[in-house]
């Protein structure tokens, strides 16, 4: 295949080996597209490429298998030779291969040969820090993911019972679910494709994205489940949100939008900003993925520094793609004090990460949430982290209905047979989650109090009403009830501070503490019931 030459990690390349520098480590998964760049770089040079591998050795000679041995080769060969060798990683931790390595590096600087160490990933004792020299190789561009397509259309263009015909839109998308592959995972994904769908399928593309993020070990991969119609209120968020479903597209580059980079929820538990996140993914038709800040932290020195890079950068492997960081503080909080406790390994990870929010250029839009703002770190907050921060409050009255309609649809019902305008008013204080529970609560007793015919005595199972869910909303005690102070704390801070992400303000603490049930009594507490409700 030929190779772009304006593609900045090949001149690199060329310019590297052109400059007599000794020793090159490749970080790479893909050896064939290395291979191809590195022959047509020797065949322009007049240069001839050696490869080795611990099961052949050194072109082929299986006597230089040894990794000394193939070094020695090295040494002794004639000038004009660049030497690639596969997988040598694991033998940086043998200290006579990295003394070998060092004796080797004045011997190639002045002669015409060229050592490259090709491995997916990057092994560097500290003795070789200033010997050798690391390039990134990137993953394919969307130009070369566009010649491997057009590659596989010619080849079965002539079967009948394949569609390969692609509108411009349609080629976009494929080439955009494609992007971040590597050009063997693209190539067996397109073939798959082809197979299952007999055309190039979207869904089946982002399945080998699901692919890479299993196999990480660190991210976990959420399908498009939830929709924002499952979302009930918060209209300012979601207009903000659909304002930008399509800032991923080449027309919004063209039109001089850059991405976004992402949101940060802060609010009172249970008011649906786990919910956001995976319904902004369904919005956008982006992958979702979710990085739990607890597999970051490993116990071997470094592992943690590491893992948060791996993390890093699967995410941006899968790009355009949404990363979703639920309770931000529990995993960022303390980085304080990490010099004191943990070596200071909690402020080097949180350092890494804060740097790749401020300057990625992958488009991975992060969406965190927070239900403590106090425990987070300051510098978290500054612009340039997020494009917004929102704060999310406890539903209005208005939206306390939506949510009752949304639940009641979930599970089966009308919501047009329910007054869910006054279960609405009922629920004051009441968070998304705690009425999902009360919809639950009332279906469970509706579920247990039979009916029975006086006749037959046979039971039958009873609906549930209205009557049952008041009497679900009257027996529980919202979170806005037992932890008012600290909501109080949370509402005032994010007064000035924070978008909201409803149009229609909530109740006040004293509201919600005075509010009333129609016929007088006081609701959350059981003495209030009469005797039929308390049963």
Same mark, same amino acid.
């Given at each position: 295949?030929?190779?772009?030459?304006?593609?900045?990690?090949?001149?690199?390349?060329?310019?590297?080996?052109?400059?007599?520098?000794?020793? #090159?480590? #490749?970080?790479s998964?893909?050896?064939?597209?290395?291979?191809?760049?590195?022959?047509?770089?020797?065949?322009?040079?007049?240069?001839?490429?050696?490869?080795?591998?611990i099961?052949?050795?050194?072109?082929?000679?299986?006597?230089?298998?040894?990794?000394?041995?193939?070094?020695?080769?090295?040494?002794?060969?004639?000038? !004009?030779?660049?030497?690639?060798l596969?997988?040598?990683?694991?033998?940086?931790?043998?200290?006579?291969?990295?003394?070998?390595?060092?004796d080797l590096?004045?011997?190639?600087?002045?002669?015409?040969?060229?050592?490259?160490?090709?491995s997916?990933t990057?092994?560097?004792?500290?003795?070789?820090?200033?010997?050798?020299?690391v390039?990134?190789?990137?993953?394919?561009?969307?130009?070369?993911?566009?010649?491997?397509?057009?590659?596989?259309?010619?080849?079965?263009?002539?079967?009948? !019972? #394949?569609?390969?015909?692609l509108?411009?839109?349609?080629?976009?998308?494929?080439?955009?679910?494609?992007?971040?592959?590597?050009?063997?995972?693209?190539?067996?994904v397109?073939?798959?494709?082809?197979?299952?769908?007999?055309k190039?399928?979207?869904?089946?593309? %982002?399945?080998?994205?699901?692919q890479?993020?299993?196999?990480?070990?660190?991210?976990?991969?959420?399908?498009?489940?939830?929709?924002?119609?499952?979302?009930?209120?918060?209209?300012?968020?979601?207009?903000?949100?659909?304002?930008?479903?399509?800032?991923?597209?080449?027309?919004?580059?063209?039109?001089?939008?850059?991405?976004?980079?992402?949101? %940060?929820?802060?609010g009172?538990?249970?008011?649906?900003?786990?919910?956001?996140?995976?319904?902004?993914?369904?919005?956008?038709?982006?992958?979702?993925?979710?990085?739990d800040?607890?597999?970051?932290?490993?116990?071997?020195?470094?592992?943690?520094?590491?893992?948060?890079?791996?993390?890093?950068?699967?995410?941006?492997s899968?790009?355009?793609?949404?990363?979703?960081?639920?309770?931000?503080?529990k995993?960022?909080?303390?980085?304080?004090?990490?010099?004191?406790?943990?070596?200071?390994?909690?402020?080097?990870?949180f350092?890494?990460?804060?740097?790749?929010?401020?300057?990625?250029?992958?488009?991975?839009f992060?969406?965190?949430?927070?239900?403590n703002?106090?425990?987070?770190?300051p510098?978290?907050?500054?612009?340039?982290?997020?494009?917004?921060?929102?704060?999310?409050d406890?539903?209005?009255k208005?939206?306390?209905k939506?949510?009752?309609?949304?639940?009641?649809?979930?599970?089966?019902?009308?919501?047009?047979?329910?007054?869910?305008?006054?279960?609405g008013?009922?629920?004051?204080?009441?968070?998304?989650?705690?009425?999902?529970?009360?919809?639950?609560?009332?279906?469970?007793?509706?579920?247990?109090?039979?009916?029975?015919d006086?006749k037959?005595?046979e039971?039958?199972?009873?609906?549930?009403?209205v009557?049952?869910?008041?009497r679900?909303?009257?027996?529980?005690?919202?979170?806005?009830?037992t932890? !008012?102070e600290?909501?109080?704390?949370?509402?005032?801070?994010a007064?000035k501070?924070?978008?909201?992400v409803?149009?229609?303000?909530?109740?006040?603490a004293?509201?919600?503490?005075?509010?009333?049930?129609?016929?007088?009594?006081?609701?959350?507490?059981?003495?209030?019931?009469?005797?039929?409700?308390?049963h």
């Amino acid at each position: 295949m030929a190779q772009n030459w304006s593609k900045p990690v090949d001149v690199e390349l060329e310019t590297l080996i052109r400059a007599r520098y000794p020793i #090159i480590y #490749i970080v790479s998964w893909e050896e064939r597209r290395v291979e191809e760049t590195l022959r047509e770089i020797c065949q322009k040079r007049g240069k001839k490429l050696i490869q080795w591998t611990i099961t052949s050795g050194l072109g082929g000679n299986v006597a230089s298998r040894d990794p000394l041995a193939a070094l020695d080769q090295v040494l002794a060969a004639p000038d !004009q030779t660049v030497f690639l060798l596969k997988d040598f990683h694991p033998f940086m931790n043998d200290h006579m291969v990295v003394r070998k390595l060092r004796d080797l590096v004045f011997a190639l600087k002045t002669s015409f040969k060229t050592l490259i160490l090709l491995s997916p990933t990057l092994k560097l004792p500290v003795e070789l820090e200033k010997e050798i020299t690391v390039v990134d190789y990137q993953l394919p561009t969307p130009k070369d993911i566009d010649r491997l397509l057009e590659g596989i259309i010619q080849s079965v263009r002539s079967n009948n !019972q #394949i569609d390969v015909n692609l509108t411009p839109l349609e080629r976009e998308q494929i080439l955009k679910a494609a992007s971040g592959l590597t050009s063997n995972e693209a190539e067996n994904v397109f073939a798959k494709s082809l197979v299952e769908k007999r055309k190039f399928d979207i869904d089946v593309i %982002l399945s080998e994205k699901e692919q890479i993020i299993r196999k990480s070990g660190i991210l976990e991969y959420y399908p498009a489940s939830e929709a924002f119609s499952d979302v009930g209120g918060m209209d300012l968020l979601k207009e903000w949100m659909s304002q930008r479903t399509a800032s991923f597209t080449d027309a919004a580059r063209q039109y001089g939008l850059p991405e976004p980079k992402g949101v %940060l929820l802060l609010g009172v538990q249970g008011c649906g900003k786990s919910l956001t996140a995976k319904a902004i993914g369904s919005l956008w038709k982006l992958p979702l993925l979710r990085l739990d800040v607890g597999k970051i932290f490993g116990g071997i020195v470094g592992q943690s520094e590491e893992n948060i890079r791996k993390a890093i950068s699967t995410a941006e492997s899968v790009a355009p793609c949404v990363l979703w960081i639920d309770e931000l503080e529990k995993g960022f909080s303390g980085t304080q004090s990490s010099g004191s406790s943990d070596g200071g390994t909690t402020s080097r990870v949180f350092g890494t990460f804060l740097a790749w929010m401020q300057d990625k250029k992958a488009p991975v839009f992060v969406i965190a949430t927070s239900n403590n703002v106090t425990a987070l770190p300051p510098e978290l907050l500054r612009k340039g982290r997020f494009d917004e921060i929102f704060f999310v409050d406890l539903p209005s009255k208005a939206e306390r209905k939506e949510i009752f309609d949304i639940h009641l649809k979930k599970r089966g019902r009308d919501p047009k047979n329910f007054d869910t305008v006054e279960l609405g008013k009922v629920a004051v204080g009441f968070s998304g989650a705690e009425i999902e529970e009360a919809v639950v609560s009332a279906l469970f007793s509706a579920f247990a109090d039979r009916d029975k015919d006086t006749k037959t005595g046979e039971e039958s199972i009873r609906e549930v009403t209205v009557e049952d869910l008041k009497r679900s909303v009257k027996i529980s005690v919202p979170l806005a009830v037992t932890m !008012q102070e600290s909501i109080a704390e949370l509402r005032a801070w994010a007064d000035k501070r924070a978008r909201p992400v409803s149009s229609v303000q909530s109740e006040s603490a004293e509201e919600i503490l005075d509010a009333e049930l129609d016929e007088g009594d006081a609701p959350y507490r059981m003495d209030n019931l009469d005797d039929d409700d308390a049963h």
